[in-house]
């Protein structure tokens, strides 16, 4: 190599290690549709030279390759968001998958774009899971839809229903009135290894029904994306290099048997386009999260009870030495810095500075797989934990609890007013009142996405003044006027630039 091309080289390098996390959904969909789709081309398959890097896979692979994709084309499906034109022109700005597509053409912010009428703000893609229409896809790919239509891999068109999301894995469960339809079944995900062969089924940059091959480049990855839209997400994420693109959200990542090991959610790029990694929900905590929103309406998490520190990320741990003046070092497991009053973990007699290594037999390297071993079980569920104290290993049985400090199962019945809503209120001070020259308000806080007040345009921060005409100054309040209502609700708020709008939602 010559100096002038290890120059080259050098300069070169910082651009290919460099990146950002980006999800795999489109938007705009006004650039979906200029780009026309006459029919599948397959002639690169049948025309590429033996010698491409094709012919290093044997034969018998290759024929996996396409009885798994003859199985599961057919099961995936398009999802069109579809959102009225104040929400489609604010959701880039708001969803944050599309703000992690980089620039576009530059450095320069892309502006919001209001997609013309009747074309949808957003597509990605969703896999059915059995043959009754139920459907499962990415909760940031229904996000703030008021509408949801499925198109088939034969191009039929239905309107879908949305059953239920989870923010906290990024998965959702949609249904379609139809019967006798393709599905694919779960696999294990736990038994999947990396340098497996596996394909990426779905429909990125407006191209249907597009099949990818790969392999799994690791387990149990976390890269911190859904703590944008979750206060407590749960990432342990499938790795492939398999290529996915914006449009593959949702879709299917598939063993070389055909059988569902992960649903795609996001990938790694500095321009939001394929360049070397993407990241799917395994399947596992996939099925779990449907079969609680089928059965109950809602997912059923179960707590630990601790506050938590990764003991494989060194930068965290020096932060954490720095703020507490420890000297706690690297390792393997979770160092628990906190346990929460009356949580499963204290009644077991787990305390601050033990060090959890295993739960169930499994063992916990680092936060991903906590959370995951975790957020796989529901309130009441026993798991059995392992830790060091004193350098001395320990064994006790935990019962997990929900939030609120239960060991049942819990309904949309039994949700209160601001989980069901999806938004928490906070009493505004005199001064704000003053400020903004308001006789009434509360600041909402928590505002869940894809949740009522996130559809109606009420974000983090947002003074909602009146509720169905009647003043608010606290959350008791709210709770009063909406608890047991059925009807339309009505909310007056005021923006971030002290613009104040009425509008509502039908009470869930």
Known sequence: MNIKMKNTFKKLMPFALTGVISGATVFGASQYFSHENNGEDFSYFTTASKKSAFASINSAVGEDFVKASKTTVPAVVTIKNYQDRADSQRMPDMDMFDFFFGPQGGNQQRQPQQPPKNM?????????ISPDGYIISNNHVVAGANKLEVVLSNKKTYIATLVGTDPNTDISLLKIEEKGLPYLNFANSDLTEVGQWVLAVGNPLGLNSTVTA????????????????????????????????????????????????????????????????????????ARKIVEDIKKYGLVQRGFLGVGSLDLSNEMQIAAYNQKEKKNVKAGE??????????????DAGIKPGDII???DNIAISGFSDLSVVIGSRRPGD??????????????????????????????????????????????????????????????????????????????????VMEINGKPVNSQ?????????????????????????????????
């Open 120 to 128: 949808p703000s957003g597509l990605g893609s969703g896999v059915i």
């Open 214 to 285: 790969g392999i799994i480049s690791a387990k149990g990855r976390s890269i911190d994306i859904l703590s944008q839209q979750s206060r407590t997400p749960i990432e342990s994420f499938i790795q492939t290099d398999a290529a996915i693109n914006p449009g593959n959200s949702g879709g299917a990542l598939v063993n070389v048997n055909g059988d569902l090991i992960g649903i795609n959610t996001a990938i790694q790029s500095k321009t939001g386009y394929y360049e070397g990694y993407g990241f799917a929900v395994p399947s596992n905590l």
């Open 333 to 346: 497991g979770i160092y628990v810095t906190e346990v929460t009053d009356k949580s499963g973990a204290e």
């Open 357 to 359: 290594t295993k739960i």
């Open 382 to 463: 026993k798991v059995a934990v392992t830790y060091i104290r004193n350098g001395k290993e320990n064994n006790v049985n935990v019962t997990l609890k929900d939030l609120k400090g239960g060991t049942s199962s819990r309904s949309k019945d039994d949700l209160t007013v601001t989980e069901k809503i999806g938004s928490e209120f906070e009493p505004l001070s005199d001064r704000v009142k003053t400020d903004y020259g308001l006789e009434s308000g509360v600041i909402a806080k928590n505002v869940v996405e894809g949740s009522e007040m996130d559809k109606i345009g009420v974000v983090d921060n947002y003074i």
């Open 476 to 508: 008791k309040d709210v709770e009063k006027i909406l608890n047991g209502y059925k009807g339309n609700v009505q909310v007056k708020y005021v923006d971030s630039y002290g613009r104040i709008t009425t509008r509502g939602f039908k009470m869930p």
